[in-house]
């Protein structure tokens, strides 16, 4: 008897007749490129804008926070970019590609690697970890920006 409630089971999920998994609670709130243009840049570049130095007429200007609020303002921005690499490996933004689930991850990790730099307040890592970030943004780009292809805000310079 049991042995045939199992079949009957075994039988209709081949079918297809099981019940369809809930509907995931969250609603996508974004395109992309707001994803893009209004979360990931402000906080990506709140990284970059302390991170090394520039040169002005004056002589070079050390970018890094002086204040203990100036790093941990870097920190909440690095643990931000790490949770949005979480939100990008969201079904409507991963559209099931490997590699983009790949590299979102590695964008989780180089904004951790970016937060114990802000943690440790160390100027030269923070340059370092800021510098590999960048390279995810890029290696995601040169594979799904194309030129041309989307119309949102104009923003220039992005990686
Ligand atoms: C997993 C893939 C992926 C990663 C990682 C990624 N991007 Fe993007 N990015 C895209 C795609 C796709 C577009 C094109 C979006 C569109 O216009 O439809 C884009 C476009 C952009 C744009 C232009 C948005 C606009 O106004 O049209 C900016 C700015 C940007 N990315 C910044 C960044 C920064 C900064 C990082 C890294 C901190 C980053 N992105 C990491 C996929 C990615």
Redesign the pocket.
């Known amino acids: 008897m049991r042995r045939c409630g199992l079949a009957l089971v075994v039988a209709l999920s081949v079918l297809g007749c099981e019940a369809p998994p809930p509907p995931a609670p969250y609603e996508q709130a974004t395109e992309?490129?707001e994803f893009?243009?209004w979360l990931?840049?402000p906080a990506?570049d709140a990284i970059w804008d302390s991170a090394g130095q520039v040169i002005t007429e004056a002589g070079v200007e050390e970018l890094a926070p002086t204040t203990d609020e100036g790093w941990d303002a870097v920190r909440n921005q690095a643990a931000l970019?790490s949770e949005l690499g979480n939100l990008?490996m969201m079904p409507h933004f991963a559209q099931e590609r490997p590699d983009?689930v790949e590299?979102?991850r590695g964008?989780v990790r180089a904004g951790a690697r970016v937060q114990r730099a802000a943690e440790a307040q160390d100027a030269q890592a923070l340059f370092k970890e800021g510098g590999l970030?960048y390279q995810?943004?890029v290696s995601?780009?040169q594979i799904?920006?194309r030129e041309g292809r989307?119309a949102?805000?104009q923003?220039e310079g992005?990686?």
């Open positions: 992309i490129a893009m243009a990931l840049e990506a970019v990008l983009w590299i979102s964008m970030l995810v943004c995601c780009h799904y920006w989307f949102a805000t923003a992005a990686p």
